[in-house]
């Protein structure tokens, strides 16, 4: 079972013509990245951009079976968190397994996993300051920006003889 927050007004916005990215933090408390995204009580969503953020969404997880008497399925715990992440270019958690993992990407949304546990407020830092920045190419390509490198400079065309 799962329980879902939105956030109604929107306060903070972008920029026109700057496309928020919205991220996804695995977290137990709704201040830290500090959950593996399987067993994460909770998903904090945000829109961010270059000069700002905003939270859209918190989603609640019971960690609550049906006590069937049989092994849990991982796929009844798994799939609302990757249901969660509707919309979402990027989710953080500090481990995520490789079946989950899986399944995040195929939907669309790039898993970063980190090893120690940080405040929300300094993920959404990192995040606004890989926009700022030169964005690697995974992120390039979720914003529309990437281009393909033009490696035809690098070769001479053939003399013909």
């Known amino acids: ?23 996804a933090i695995a977290s ?9 995204f399987g067993s994460a009580r909770k998903i904090a969503v945000y829109e ?4 700002g953020a905003r939270f859209v969404a918190a989603h609640e ?18 799939a609302p968190k990757v249901e ?3 919309g979402c270019a ?4 500090l481990a995520i397994g490789g079946p989950s993992a899986a399944r995040v990407v195929k939907m669309g949304c790039h898993p970063i996993k980190r090893k120690e546990p940080e405040p929300i407020a300094d993920v959404i830092a990192q995040v606004q300051e890989m926009l700022s920045g030169s964005p690697p ?3 390039r390509k979720i914003l529309g920006t990437y281009q393909k490198p033009d490696f035809t400079a690098d070769f001479d065309e053939e003399e013909s003889v």
Do not use: Y
Request: net charge negative; aromatic share 6%; glycine share 4%.
């Open 1 to 23: 079972m799962s329980r879902t927050l939105r956030l109604v007004e929107e306060s903070d916005a972008p920029a026109p013509g700057e496309k928020p990215l919205r991220v």
């Open 61 to 78: 997880f019971s960690t609550a079976t049906e006590q069937s008497g049989k092994h849990d399925d991982i796929d009844d715990r798994i």
């Open 90 to 93: 990027l989710v953080f958690a």
């Open 84 to 86: 969660a992440l509707e």
């Open 137 to 139: 190419p995974f992120l």
């Open 48 to 51: 961010v951009w270059k000069t």
């Open 28 to 36: 137990n408390d709704l201040e830290n990245l500090d959950a593996h």
